[in-house]
């Protein structure tokens, strides 16, 4: 059974910096375009950054210049870098493919972002 296992998540001060991880099992890895998403409280989820398998990136306007997502073929495993944090970041963070398959929601990395 595939699962993605999100993992890094914690408190931080504004400014500091985090980086989550997403361990993909099976082999969806290597056959999907992946992103991380977040959801805060009282608002929809939303997708943060994205990545090709081909390794091309996209992001959200409000994480431009400040998040980094990458992937690790070896590893199955896809990272979000998160500098110069801010509160507005605060939310539960998902990996899934793109577009997010329902089946593949796990239990997300809270991130919390004190000011």
């Known amino acids: 059974q595939v699962q993605l296992v999100e993992s890094g998540g914690g408190l931080v001060q504004a400014g500091g910096s985090l980086r989550l991880s997403c361990a993909a099992s099976g082999n969806i890895f290597n056959f999907n375009d992946m992103a991380w998403y977040r959801q805060a409280p009282g608002r929809q989820r939303e997708l943060v950054a994205g990545?090709?398998?081909?390794?091309?990136?996209k992001y959200a306007d409000s994480v431009k210049g400040r998040f980094t997502i990458s992937r690790d073929g070896a590893k199955l495993t896809v990272f979000l870098q998160m500098n110069s944090l801010k509160p507005e970041d605060t939310a539960v963070y998902y990996c899934?493919?793109?577009?997010?398959?329902?089946?593949?929601w796990g239990q997300g990395t809270q991130v919390a972002v004190s000011s």
């Open positions: 990545i090709t398998n081909g390794g091309v990136t």
């Open positions: 899934n493919v793109v577009p997010p398959l329902p089946r593949f």
